[in-house]
């Protein structure tokens, strides 16, 4: 018996990394899993890899700065599963460095939309989706940039 049996996660960026590592962790501990990224090749073989495991798990291609997308990946795992109670807001990238001064602003508008645009839009569309199922977990990753 896993920690999360019974349990529907919804994980952006989850074709590598974390967010991948996260998917097959979840899926041992027995919570069906919708994988989201623009990875699709990635995120097909991170499925195999969750059912390899003997859970549930589907694959939606997700562009987490587009607001219909994130919608779709929560009403994914609500129609496939019945439920959302987990949401990771892990999706990244590594984003704009440099002086301010020589920053482009659409530079600086691409990293917030995938850092910061991505939590707001998985808390908007999951927190519905939790209360009808009595409660339920967001994480969200911080990036590395915020740190001094």
């Not at 960026?13 to 990875?39: C, H, I, P, Q, Y």
Request: net charge positive.
């Amino acid at each position: 018996m896993g920690k999360l049996d019974g349990k529907v996660a919804v994980i952006t960026g989850a074709a590598s990394g974390m967010g991948r590592a996260t998917a097959l962790r979840f899926s041992k501990e027995g919570a069906a899993v919708v994988l989201t990224d623009l990875n699709s090749q990635g995120g097909e073989q991170a499925v195999a890899e969750c059912a390899a495991a003997g859970r549930r798990a589907v694959f939606q291609r997700t562009d987490v700065t587009s607001e219909a997308d994130i919608k779709a990946a929560v009403d994914r795992a609500v129609k496939e599963f019945g439920r959302l109670d987990i949401t990771f807001n892990n999706a990244g990238v590594a984003g704009v460095l440099g002086p301010i001064e020589i920053v482009a602003a659409q530079d600086w508008d691409r990293t917030m939309a995938v850092l910061l645009r991505v939590a707001y839009l998985g808390m908007k569309y999951s927190i519905p989706e939790m209360r009808k199922a009595g409660g339920g977990s967001i994480i969200s990753t911080s990036s590395v940039a915020g740190l001094p």
